[in-house]
């Protein structure tokens, strides 16, 4: 049921914590039993990373480095991101999902230099490296976020935008108001609350994408490009 406003609880990010470490390092469990949504995820992704390289105002968007936070095994930097960037850093809370992304999903891509850094940190505590990332692409994560703390986290992303680069954000959104899940710490908010967070954090909305082709009865999924306010003045 929505609500209108969010109070998280005292063991917020304790409870996702133990949540995620019961799932099964496996795609199927990054994606919560709906395996079927990998291909036309994947695909729309890729269809809106295009879309922002052919944008005029982009023009110096770069290639070279991105940071996939919220990464678990590493299903978005294999299938995606290292398809469109020469080295990605994976940003995962959960240690056993580094684990297997090292040591078997992205083993080869890791001995071959195309995936770098591999921080087990939530990204409440998450500090990227400055001047960085040309891409910082957050999916199915900034839900575990508390609105202050993803404000926090989206203000120290644009110290580690490289010139020109941007912050993806691919989430679920509510009708209306907040959905709070107290199973796993998740809240799913309107889009119009996303934006209002990626104002305060001193983002512009650049680009906005509505997920295509996932079965009926799920989240509706949007894809927003932010860049620091800064730069557009």
């Not at 995962?92 to 921080?119: H, I, P, W």
Request: glycine share 10%; aromatic share 10%.
């Amino acid at each position: 049921m929505a609500t209108n406003s969010f109070k998280p609880t005292k063991t917020w990010y304790k409870d996702a914590d133990k949540y995620w470490k019961a799932v099964p390092s496996s795609m199927d469990g990054m994606l919560g039993g709906l395996e079927m949504v990998h291909t036309p995820d994947m695909r729309g992704s890729s269809s809106f990373l295009a879309r922002l390289r052919s944008d005029p105002a982009l023009l110096q968007l770069g290639t070279g480095y991105a940071c996939d936070c919220g990464a678990g095994i590493g299903r978005v930097s294999k299938h995606f991101l290292l398809k469109h960037f020469d080295r990605v850093d994976l940003v995962e809370q959960n240690a056993q999902f580094l684990e297997m992304a090292e040591t078997k999903y992205l083993k080869e891509e890791r001995d071959g230099g195309s995936v770098g850094t591999m921080s087990a940190v939530g990204l409440q505590d998450f500090d990227p490296p400055a001047g960085r990332y040309d891409t910082i692409w957050c999916q199915w994560v900034l839900n575990h976020l508390t609105d202050n703390d993803m404000i926090a986290f989206l203000g120290r992303c644009t110290r580690g935008l490289a010139p020109g680069g941007i912050v993806c954000v691919k989430e679920n959104v509510s009708t209306r108001g907040y959905v709070v899940d107290r199973s796993d710490s998740s809240v799913t908010r309107a889009a119009s609350i996303f934006e209002g967070l990626f104002r305060a954090a001193g983002m512009k909305v650049v680009c906005t994408q509505i997920q295509t082709d996932f079965p009926q009865g799920l989240f509706e999924v949007v894809m927003w490009a932010l860049i620091p306010e800064a730069t557009t003045t």
